[in-house]
């Protein structure tokens, strides 16, 4: 075998031909750097996103479809899964991105019950209906699959506060405690947790180690600290996090199953 048979065998391990992806949230950010990461790989595509126009856009640019999707309302979660098996043939690899967290920091006498339901219905309840409606769809077709869940690195490193934080360790457990159940039917489900990635297009993230500002506010100047020290010196980018999701939906995974993956330019060893 030559050398360049040894490439192109080496090179199959992250192709994703014939492969189904869903990602959810994926109009912006993150999800938008998964679904072009994923793409690229060769997976065809379906966006969803509460915000259909920025699907559709994501959808255009990488040859993918799109379609309206709220993770909180279950019956549309089901629908939306079966959707996906109808308009690209299977159900491959289902990324749970969507989430929320501006605007639910705390302090927490500051936090109604309306902003932790709310949260929690989008990362938490949101991820479940996910997983379960493509479980069942994916142990049907028999043929295996991949689930990943988006965590953080405040799973296990608090930061943003008590509702988001919070939500981010439940996705972990639901993860390894899903990779167990589903590990007999060759449905490999891991977290991807990013560290600080920058999501707001337009704009370049800020000179690293002069933001955020400190506040005095122990949760976001911890935030303050880590970032300005970020062992790797910059902000992640989306595709940053799309290379690691390529790599956990791909061959190059196929024995790597419950695992917590920071993406995280060295944050969690500060
Ligand atoms: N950006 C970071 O630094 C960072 C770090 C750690 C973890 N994360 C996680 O990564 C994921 C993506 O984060 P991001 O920074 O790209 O966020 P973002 O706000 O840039 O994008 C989130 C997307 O999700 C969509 N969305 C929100 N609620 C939804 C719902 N109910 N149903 C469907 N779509 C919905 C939004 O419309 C948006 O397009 C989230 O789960 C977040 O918690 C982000």
């Given at each position: 075998?030559?050398?360049?048979?040894?490439?192109?065998?080496?090179?199959?391990?992250i192709n994703l031909s014939g492969k189904v992806a869903h990602v959810t949230g994926g109009a912006k950010g993150i999800g938008k750097g998964i679904?072009?990461?994923?793409?690229?790989?060769?997976?065809?595509?379906?966006?969803?996103?509460?915000?259909?126009?920025?699907?559709?856009?994501?959808?255009?640019?990488?040859?993918?479809?799109?379609?309206?999707?709220?993770?909180?309302?279950?019956?549309?979660?089901?629908?939306?899964?079966?959707?996906?098996?109808?308009?690209?043939?299977?159900?491959?690899?289902?990324?749970?991105?969507?989430?929320?967290?501006?605007?639910?920091?705390?302090?927490?006498?500051?936090?109604?019950?309306?902003m932790w339901k709310t949260l929690w219905s989008v990362n938490v309840d949101g991820v479940f209906y996910c997983c379960r409606a493509a479980a069942?769809?994916?142990?049907?077709?028999?043929?295996?699959?991949?689930?990943?869940?988006?965590?953080?690195?405040?799973?296990?490193?608090?930061?943003?506060?008590?509702?988001?934080?919070?939500?981010?360790?439940?996705?972990?457990?639901?993860?390894?405690?899903?990779?167990?159940?589903?590990?007999?039917?060759?449905?490999?489900?891991?977290?991807?947790?990013?560290?600080?990635?920058?999501?707001?297009?337009?704009?370049?993230?800020?000179?690293?180690?002069?933001?955020?500002?400190?506040?005095?506010?122990?949760?976001?100047?911890?935030?303050?600290?880590?970032?300005?020290?970020?062992?790797?010196?910059?902000?992640?980018?989306p595709m940053e996090q799309g290379k690691a999701a390529v790599f956990l939906a791909s061959d190059m995974s196929a024995f790597v199953t419950g695992?917590?993956?920071?993406?995280?330019?060295?944050?969690?060893?500060?």
């Open positions: 075998m030559t050398s360049n048979n040894n490439l192109d065998n080496a090179l199959a391990w679904a072009t990461a994923l793409a690229m790989a060769g997976a065809r595509v379906m966006v969803s996103d509460v915000n259909l126009e920025g699907a559709q856009a994501v959808a255009a640019e990488i040859g993918g479809a799109a379609m309206a999707l709220d993770v909180t309302d279950r019956a549309a979660v089901d629908e939306a899964m079966t959707q996906t098996t109808e308009e690209l043939g299977s159900l491959d690899i289902l990324v749970n991105n969507a989430g929320v967290y501006i605007g639910y920091g705390g302090p927490v006498e500051q936090i109604t019950d309306d069942t769809i994916m142990k049907a077709q028999g043929t295996g699959g991949r689930i990943i869940n988006l965590a953080s690195t405040q799973t296990v490193s608090p930061g943003v506060g008590v509702t988001y934080d919070g939500s981010k360790a439940a996705v972990a457990q639901m993860t390894k405690a899903l990779a167990l159940e589903l590990a007999p039917h060759q449905i490999n489900v891991n977290a991807l947790a990013p560290g600080p990635t920058w999501v707001n297009e337009g704009n370049p993230p800020p000179v690293d180690g002069q933001t955020p500002v400190k506040t005095g506010d122990p949760l976001s100047d911890t935030v303050a600290d880590r970032i300005a020290r970020l062992p790797l010196g910059h902000w992640g980018d695992i917590y993956l920071p993406v995280d330019g060295g944050w969690l060893t500060l």
